[in-house]
């Protein structure tokens, strides 16, 4: 059997062929695959407060490293040192002084928004939107706010139903300060992350309230979920359980 015999010209054409074919198949290749990394897009981690309150944290290490121990008063005389989270338990231990529950629960929220922030992931997408603004603020659900008891605020009803304000300030710090007539309350957004492990980014949130007309501090932390840009924001975990309604006043 004979072989057709190419001509150098008819070579130099099936050459340039094989080439052009070979460059045309790695830039598709090049193409699919920024298409199909811009479809998976993260959002990183986005930390609002680093210098949380006796402790540092960066959202480039897991590490809770205490800038110095915090010292508690205790009963008789005595002083309670305590230097890493792990110390920190969720009750405060009896050898406490009474008075030192603010400073301590304070203490054991910082630790948790820590943990939070140390297990979160990169988000795929983000159904908040990229603007913490009073549109998302009222869009909260009532129960954001640490009241010692909710039961008696309705799960459909978000902060701008539940709540008159007097007046909305707005920090540098991206701190809401929330005054209606008898309530001093602040929303502190701390972070934003995939803290749910579902793909969709979430706000984790501090909250703190104090009564005017009387005595009692309460602060709670949460992570604010959506499940799509046009859903309702929820609550999927909160460090002080909605059945926990007994929280001692700090």
Known sequence: MKYPVLSQSHFRALSLFHAVKSAWVYVCFI???????SAHALYPTVVYQENFQGFTFSSSTTANISNEPL???GKGQTEVTISTCQQLKPQMPSEIADYEYSRYFRAVTTCAAIEKLAEAKPAVTRPMGQLL???????LPAKAIPYPKTDHINNA???AH???FK???LSASNNYELITEHDRIYLTPLARADFTHDGNEDILLQTEWYPQDAFGKYVDLLIISKAHEKAMPVITWRLVKPDLTKQEQI
Do not use: C, G
């Open 71 to 73: 010292r508690f008063a």
């Open 157 to 159: 009803l978000t902060i």
């Open 167 to 169: 007046q909305v300030k």
């Open 133 to 139: 603004d009073m549109n998302w603020l009222e869009s």
């Open 162 to 164: 539940q709540l008159k």
């Open 31 to 37: 193409a699919l695959s920024v298409i199909s990394v």
